[in-house]
């Protein structure tokens, strides 16, 4: 299946999102579509796949105009997205849930539904147990799921929105390895969104890359990092450096004494950590497996069943969120619409609600410190647009301008996650900028080479089980990635 996008323009209020962008995908290759956040992927994909219209502009599928709207007919048409968080109807089974997407929906028999599931399933190592709750399954069976059932809708064009997120280093493979089956056994075309050049690197026959919603260039693959970033920032990123910090003689910020936490999955028990000024400790592990609790627990969010909470010398244990945010301690949650920010409010209403604390808020003032902040934390976006609208990355950055200046504890969900190399660096200088002024940091990250760049000290956690690697810098990412699967035995740490 080849696709020609000609001329293809979106444009949101001001932003032209997409801005004459003319390429074509032919079948059988892996196009890896690249860009710094805001950069107009999203939005190209989303037109590409009957998600939005589009303001100019036209697709050919070999070489015939074709007109659509709507992603079921898009499908029609061949061509399938992956959305970031799949809609699920969640009270269903997986069978149900794949017999529900074909062609005749709920008549079709449910033996021969069960059939086919198995079948791709079997074809690809997926794991899907057809009797299982949508509700019961892993982000990346969810994804998997996703995947068999636009293959069974007969997607001959598969899009997929930054889909390594949140997914195991297992699933990830058998991800990858469904990928370039698809394209070279059946002649798919597959077009990934995504931020993380080493997974581009490891699959894309060719990039195309995106800039302030223009086509900058594409090229055939292999590509190098360095040459990548060019491509996308205009210029080769200079070498990261870390100033290390003598956190001899630092005070305790916060004390864990024996916590015992529990959640939906797992159960962390008799926990005990001393996190001093300064210091930055990462969590490392698959989600779900106890790290966000932790997190949780240190800024008041989550009760522990039994132990103690020490904040600045100050015994919190089951007090209320705003107790620990009156002690200045910050918390970033990975599911920024979901928890950080309210969809449906402006840019200066989220300002104001952190530095507005009167009874009346001055809009000018707030409007004035909004442009401010996001100036200084190079938001994209204008005060008084709505925070849903922003892309991806510029909600993480406005996440961050939300953050008290000099906060004595951060607690950090994920705080890079689907951020641009560059963005990624940017956050990192700020939280190290506030690290040298003595905040303690405890983040998560699915990143390895995240973990062992920015931690003093590491925590795996698998399962609600915790192994320490005291001294991050000695880490390497091999040894990280065996502790995240649970292979604690033999391995020396604490
Ligand atoms: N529904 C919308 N309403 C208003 N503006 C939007 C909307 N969707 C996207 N935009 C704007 O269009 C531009 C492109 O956004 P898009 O989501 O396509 O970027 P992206 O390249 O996918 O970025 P990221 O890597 O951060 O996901 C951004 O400036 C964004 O704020
Ligand atoms: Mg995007």
Redesign the pocket.
């Given at each position: 299946m080849d696709i020609e996008l000609q001329h293809i323009h979106k444009h949101?209020?001001p932003?032209h999102?997409n801005n004459d962008i003319s390429l074509s995908f032919r079948g059988g290759r892996i196009v890896g579509i690249l860009?710094?956040?805001?950069?107009?992927?999203?939005?190209?994909m989303k037109i590409l796949s009957g998600f939005q219209p589009m303001d100019g502009g036209e697709i050919r599928i070999n070489g015939a105009r074709a007109a659509y709207t709507g992603p079921q007919a898009a499908i029609r048409h061949g061509i399938g997205m992956l959305q970031q968080d799949p809609l699920d109807v969640a009270a269903f089974t997986v069978l149900e849930n794949f017999i529900y997407g074909q062609a005749g929906g709920l008549t079709l028999k449910r033996r021969e539904g069960r059939a086919r599931l198995e079948q791709i399933c079997r074809r690809f190592g997926f794991s899907l147990e057809a009797d299982t709750p949508i509700a019961q399954l892993s982000i990346g069976q969810r994804q998997q799921l996703e995947i068999v059932r636009l293959l069974s809708q007969g997607v001959k064009t598969l899009i997929l929105d930054e889909p390594t997120t949140g997914i195991s280093a297992e699933q990830k493979t058998i991800l990858f390895n469904a990928l370039r089956d698809l394209a070279a056994r059946d002649g798919m075309c597959i077009l990934l969104?995504s931020?993380k050049l080493e997974d581009v690197i490891a699959l894309c026959d060719e990039v195309a890359v995106?800039r302030g919603?223009r086509l900058v260039g594409t090229r055939d693959m292999p590509a190098t990092t360095g040459e990548l970033v060019a491509m996308m920032f205009g210029q080769e990123l200079p070498p990261q450096t870390r100033q290390p910090l003598n956190l001899e003689g630092a005070e305790t910020v916060l004390a864990l004494e024996n916590l015992t936490l529990r959640g939906k999955r797992v159960i962390v028990e008799n926990l005990s950590l001393r996190v001093r000024a300064g210091e930055i400790v990462g969590l490392a592990g698959l989600d779900g497996s106890g790290q966000e609790m932790l997190l949780r627990a240190c800024v008041g969010l989550l009760k522990p069943v039994s132990g103690r909470v020490i904040v600045g010398g100050e015994t919190l244990t089951g007090a209320p969120y705003r107790t620990f945010l009156a002690r200045v301690v910050a918390f970033g949650a990975a599911g920024r619409l979901e928890e950080g920010l309210v969809a449906g409010l402006t840019l200066t209403e989220h300002i104001a609600l952190v530095t507005e604390t009167g009874a009346l808020v001055d809009w000018s003032r707030a409007r004035c410190h909004t442009q401010e902040r996001l100036r200084q934390y190079n938001v994209?976006?204008r005060p008084e647009?709505r925070v849903e609208?922003?892309?991806?990355?510029?909600q993480q950055r406005l996440l961050m301008a939300l953050m008290p200046a000099c906060p004595l504890l951060m607690a950090l969900e994920q705080p890079t996650r689907?951020l641009?190399v560059d963005s990624a660096r940017w956050i990192w200088q700020q939280l190290l900028a506030r690290r040298a002024n003595g905040t303690a940091i405890l983040f998560s990250s699915a990143e390895l080479d995240e973990l062992t760049a920015y931690s003093d000290r590491i925590l795996v956690f698998y399962a609600g089980r915790i192994f320490e690697i005291p001294d991050a810098s000695r880490a390497s990412v091999d040894e990280l990635g065996r502790l995240i699967g649970g292979h604690f035995d033999g391995a020396a740490g604490a």
């Amino acid at each position: 299946m080849d696709i020609e996008l000609q001329h293809i323009h979106k444009h949101f209020g001001p932003v032209h999102a997409n801005n004459d962008i003319s390429l074509s995908f032919r079948g059988g290759r892996i196009v890896g579509i690249l860009g710094e956040n805001g950069a107009g992927k999203s939005t190209l994909m989303k037109i590409l796949s009957g998600f939005q219209p589009m303001d100019g502009g036209e697709i050919r599928i070999n070489g015939a105009r074709a007109a659509y709207t709507g992603p079921q007919a898009a499908i029609r048409h061949g061509i399938g997205m992956l959305q970031q968080d799949p809609l699920d109807v969640a009270a269903f089974t997986v069978l149900e849930n794949f017999i529900y997407g074909q062609a005749g929906g709920l008549t079709l028999k449910r033996r021969e539904g069960r059939a086919r599931l198995e079948q791709i399933c079997r074809r690809f190592g997926f794991s899907l147990e057809a009797d299982t709750p949508i509700a019961q399954l892993s982000i990346g069976q969810r994804q998997q799921l996703e995947i068999v059932r636009l293959l069974s809708q007969g997607v001959k064009t598969l899009i997929l929105d930054e889909p390594t997120t949140g997914i195991s280093a297992e699933q990830k493979t058998i991800l990858f390895n469904a990928l370039r089956d698809l394209a070279a056994r059946d002649g798919m075309c597959i077009l990934l969104v995504s931020h993380k050049l080493e997974d581009v690197i490891a699959l894309c026959d060719e990039v195309a890359v995106l800039r302030g919603g223009r086509l900058v260039g594409t090229r055939d693959m292999p590509a190098t990092t360095g040459e990548l970033v060019a491509m996308m920032f205009g210029q080769e990123l200079p070498p990261q450096t870390r100033q290390p910090l003598n956190l001899e003689g630092a005070e305790t910020v916060l004390a864990l004494e024996n916590l015992t936490l529990r959640g939906k999955r797992v159960i962390v028990e008799n926990l005990s950590l001393r996190v001093r000024a300064g210091e930055i400790v990462g969590l490392a592990g698959l989600d779900g497996s106890g790290q966000e609790m932790l997190l949780r627990a240190c800024v008041g969010l989550l009760k522990p069943v039994s132990g103690r909470v020490i904040v600045g010398g100050e015994t919190l244990t089951g007090a209320p969120y705003r107790t620990f945010l009156a002690r200045v301690v910050a918390f970033g949650a990975a599911g920024r619409l979901e928890e950080g920010l309210v969809a449906g409010l402006t840019l200066t209403e989220h300002i104001a609600l952190v530095t507005e604390t009167g009874a009346l808020v001055d809009w000018s003032r707030a409007r004035c410190h909004t442009q401010e902040r996001l100036r200084q934390y190079n938001v994209r976006g204008r005060p008084e647009s709505r925070v849903e609208t922003l892309s991806g990355g510029n909600q993480q950055r406005l996440l961050m301008a939300l953050m008290p200046a000099c906060p004595l504890l951060m607690a950090l969900e994920q705080p890079t996650r689907g951020l641009d190399v560059d963005s990624a660096r940017w956050i990192w200088q700020q939280l190290l900028a506030r690290r040298a002024n003595g905040t303690a940091i405890l983040f998560s990250s699915a990143e390895l080479d995240e973990l062992t760049a920015y931690s003093d000290r590491i925590l795996v956690f698998y399962a609600g089980r915790i192994f320490e690697i005291p001294d991050a810098s000695r880490a390497s990412v091999d040894e990280l990635g065996r502790l995240i699967g649970g292979h604690f035995d033999g391995a020396a740490g604490a």
